[in-house]
């Protein structure tokens, strides 16, 4: 076990977070935070590879799989299990996400043995009962059934089997109501064991409990699971396909939704963090950002409009994208292309990059007020390969970006004008 990792203290000085690692018996590691004013324990894990996982004639395995390890386990059988959670107060809860197989538990820490026993029920001994894989099963086809004329839904999983073809990435991290009416228990367990292995497993806690206590608590819930290995990468980023083309799928509804990708910047990317910057003053920031300006408080265009860096494990995406009439939709995307273009040749003004650093600077605090979104912040570093350490280092960083920065990154991301669109509606003189 290491020593809390100091946070130095000067202006743009990062979160005063002291992070330890912990390191079991069986070589289990996690990042504590320690916080014993409140009687409360979070924890946040990750299982590395989520959806990308599915076989390929068994999409929306991995989220029905999330939805069935609190539906019993063990001795307990569903009613049993969500009994005990909640006559305790526990809030325990899994989801399948594209990169990763996301957990989540919280309790008071009075309760800590009953929360670290279900946990660990719930990942060595899933019970896969028949009537729970089918009431599961049944809730999902319900929403999916639900989503199947959603313009925003059919947006989003369009643009990605276009920009992913014959990639996980491509398909819908939920599956579709086809391959998940076909999912059948046995199937789901032997994935189960694939997806809950230690290689590249990250896990957070913030709370009432000590690094030695700790050490013999990962044991108890993820020391007999699987060694596992870590998958794979690329030796290069995944290329997004189809960059030029715009893809319209017919609805008859009176706004049209739309949404734009093109190549992004991978997390460890030399110039992500002046992309991240950049980002914010096209289309990160809700009310002061270029597209905002433009495209709603200027024209009137749309009620909402933004922008983001999207990084994934094996590919990197600026995404975007509005709702609009159908008249205006054309329009809408010129103005959208138009300042993306200005970025890419003129850059953006330094009050504008001043302004930018000082929201991203001063708002960071906000997502550790609390115990929970500590450990989730926490994750998201862990999981993107960073080290505690990047804590005190983030705000610095930022601080440093120049105008220059920005110029040669604004080139990298704006100075081909291909996009990948897609739109849903009746767009007018869209294509």
């Not at 990062?14 to 979070?42: D, F, N, Y």
């Not at 929360?115 to 729970?132: G, S, T, V």
């Not at 920031?285 to 597209?291: D, E, I, Y």
């Not at 933004?306 to 054309?330: H, Q």
Request: hydrophobic share 45%; proline share 6%.
């Amino acid at each position: 076990m290491n020593a809390p990792i100091p946070v130095a203290h000067s202006a743009i000085a990062g979160p005063s977070v002291a992070v330890q690692k912990v390191r079991s018996a069986a070589g289990v590691e996690a990042w504590l935070v320690e916080e014993h004013s409140l009687p409360l324990i979070a924890i946040d894990f990750a299982f590395d590879g989520g959806a990308t996982r599915d076989p390929a004639n068994g999409t929306g395995s991995a989220y029905m799989i999330s939805g069935l390890l609190d539906e019993g386990a063990g001795d307990l059988d569903a009613e049993a299990f969500q009994g005990k959670m909640a006559d305790h107060a526990i809030s325990l809860g899994f989801d399948a996400r594209r990169d990763d197989f996301h957990g989540q538990l919280q309790t008071l820490s009075r309760h800590r043995d009953t929360a670290f026993e279900l946990l660990a029920l719930a990942l060595n001994a899933p019970r896969f009962d028949a009537d729970a894989v089918t009431r599961v099963k049944s809730q999902i086809v319900a929403g999916l059934q639900r989503q199947a004329q959603n313009p925003e839904t059919l947006c989003r999983n369009a643009l990605y089997a276009a920009a992913y073809p014959g990639h996980p990435y491509g398909r819908p991290e939920k599956g579709d109501i086809d391959s998940v009416s076909k999912l059948q228990a046995a199937g789901l367990k032997a994935l189960t064991r694939d997806l809950l292995s230690r290689g590249g497993l990250k896990i957070v806690v913030v709370g009432d409990i000590t690094a030695d206590e700790l050490a013999q608590r990962l044991d108890q819930v993820f020391g007999a699971l699987p060694e596992g290995k870590p998958r794979a990468l690329p030796g290069s980023p995944l290329a997004i396909q189809g960059l030029g083309q715009t893809h319209v799928i017919d609805l008859d509804v009176p706004q049209t939704v739309l949404r734009f990708v093109g190549p992004g910047l991978m997390r460890n990317d030399p110039g992500f963090i002046a992309g991240s910057v950049l980002n914010h003053i096209l289309g990160g920031s809700a009310f002061t950002s270029r597209l905002f300006l433009e495209v709603r408080e200027k024209r009137g265009l749309a009620y909402g409009v933004s922008s983001s860096l999207l990084p994934l494990r094996e590919s990197a995406m600026l995404v975007g994208g509005t709702a609009t009439r159908n008249d205006r939709a054309a329009e809408s995307l010129a103005v959208i292309r138009e300042e993306m273009a200005k970025l890419a040749n003129e850059g953006p003004s330094e009050h504008e990059v001043e302004e930018a650093k000082r929201y991203i600077i001063g708002s960071y605090p906000l997502r550790f007020d609390t115990s929970p979104k500590i450990a989730a912040e926490l994750l998201s570093l862990a999981v993107n390969g960073f080290e505690p350490e990047f804590l005190s280092e983030r705000n610095r960083l930022f601080a440093e970006v120049t105008l220059a920065d920005i110029g040669r990154v604004a080139k990298r991301l704006f100075g081909d004008p291909r996009l990948l669109v897609q739109a849903v509606g009746r767009p007018v003189g869209l294509v």
